[in-house]
């Protein structure tokens, strides 16, 4: 029970750690941001290939040999707390190499299109709470 406890709290630490260099480097790239998203981009980009490099040094035979505990806390919650994206993407990859091609051009398509469309929902059910913009003076003249 103790060694569960430890774990979570290293997982939700290091998560904690992904999740403020979210945001500082969303805040360094603020000012490049303006008409594409380049901060989020560079964040799930460096955040893909963090989980796979990590992952793929630290599996099995591989050269790195790591616990359990340090691998969930760095994929679950460093890569976790940065992006999620990374994971969408290591999965997707982890499809591909099992001879999954369709699964893989299935978890891509649902993934963007519920993305979007969830996104989407959340926008309107909020804005559906939201009380009306007062109206302007020209309204009501």
Do not use: H, K
């Amino acid at each position: 029970m103790t060694s569960n406890l430890l774990t979570t709290l290293g997982i939700a630490l290091a998560g904690a750690c992904g999740t403020l260099m979210r945001y500082w480097i969303g805040l360094a790239t603020a000012r490049i941001s303006q008409t594409l998203p380049w901060g989020t981009i560079l964040i799930n980009m460096s955040g893909s290939f963090a989980i796979a490099f990590f992952g793929t040094l630290t599996l099995g035979n591989a050269r790195f040999q790591v616990s359990d505990t340090a691998r969930l806390m760095f994929m679950v919650g460093i890569c976790g707390g940065y992006t999620t994206f990374s994971s969408f993407t290591l999965q997707t990859l982890d499809l591909l190499r099992g001879g999954a091609p369709g699964r893989a051009a299935l978890n891509i398509v649902l993934s963007i299109t519920l993305g979007m469309a969830s996104v989407t929902a959340g926008y309107v059910a909020a804005q559906a709470l939201n009380p009306p913009p007062p109206a302007s003076e020209s309204e009501e003249s």
